[in-house]
T-cell receptor, first 114, second 119 residues
């Protein structure tokens, strides 16, 4: 069966510090991968998605970036965090060609920027 | 542009009773997918149910079922025999298959309905 991991689970960082959040998927190959952000427990905003290694598309211009160095690894980064980067970050995966490209989510990372 | 609207920010239901959560969407596409996700206090998003627009039959998963009204662009979720573990935020989401090939499958979410199941 497939599983998705995210770490860290919780992170408190000062403004201006760098960020690296990691997401890995097990039990599948060549998935589509996604990063979402959820603020204030409402509505998810798609930040990045990837259809393959090294292939990243950005939905929202911001000071965040994403990379996919391996097939089942997706990394969200920032060189300098802003207060507005605080939120709950969710990684998701889907099977290419699966019904509705149904997305399955990881446990998430709570990020607080102070 | 596609939009998803959940008009009930909060709802409550007594344990063992039935509750219906509303969702409407706006699209000009004929073929698409609709989803309900559950987000319990742990905040992990869990898939509850999926509906393909080309299927007339409403999807069901155990105690969860949907009422899909394509002409009305309505997609409500019915939870039968509510349990305390059903307490969560519920999100309705829309997927346009054409976006899968262009945008890797972008889910468009509603703002959520917070459901409390009371003992």
């Amino acid at each position: 069966s497939q599983t998705i991991h995210q770490w860290p689970a919780t992170l408190v960082q000062p403004v201006g510090s760098p960020l690296s959040l990691e997401c890995t998927v097990e039990g599948t190959s060549n998935p589509n991968l996604y990063w979402y952000r959820q603020a204030a427990g409402r509505g998810l905003q798609l930040l990045f998605y990837s259809v393959g290694i090294g292939q990243i598309s950005s939905e929202v211009p911001q000071n965040l970036s994403a990379s996919r160095p391996q097939d089942r690894q997706f990394i969200l980064s920032s060189k300098k965090l802003l207060l507005s980067d605080s939120g709950f970050y969710l990684c998701a995966w889907s099977v290419k060609g699966g019904p509705g490209e149904t997305q399955y989510f990881g446990p998430g990372t709570r990020l607080l920027v102070l | 542009a596609q939009t998803v609207t959940q008009s009930q920010p909060e709802m409550s239901v007594q344990e063992a009773e039935t509750v219906t959560l509303s969702c409407t969407y706006d699209t000009s596409e004929n073929n698409y997918y609709l989803f309900w996700y559950k987000q319990p206090p742990s905040r992990q998003m869990i898939l509850v149910i999926r509906q393909e627009a080309y299927k007339q039959q409403n999807a069901t998963e155990n105690r969860f079922s949907v009422n899909f009204q394509k002409a009305a662009k309505s997609f409500s979720l019915k939870i039968s025999d509510s349990q305390l573990g059903d307490t969560a935020m519920y999100f309705c989401a829309f997927m346009n298959p054409l976006m899968i090939y262009n945008q890797g499958g972008k889910l468009i979410f509603g703002q959520g309905t917070e459901l409390s199941v009371k003992p």
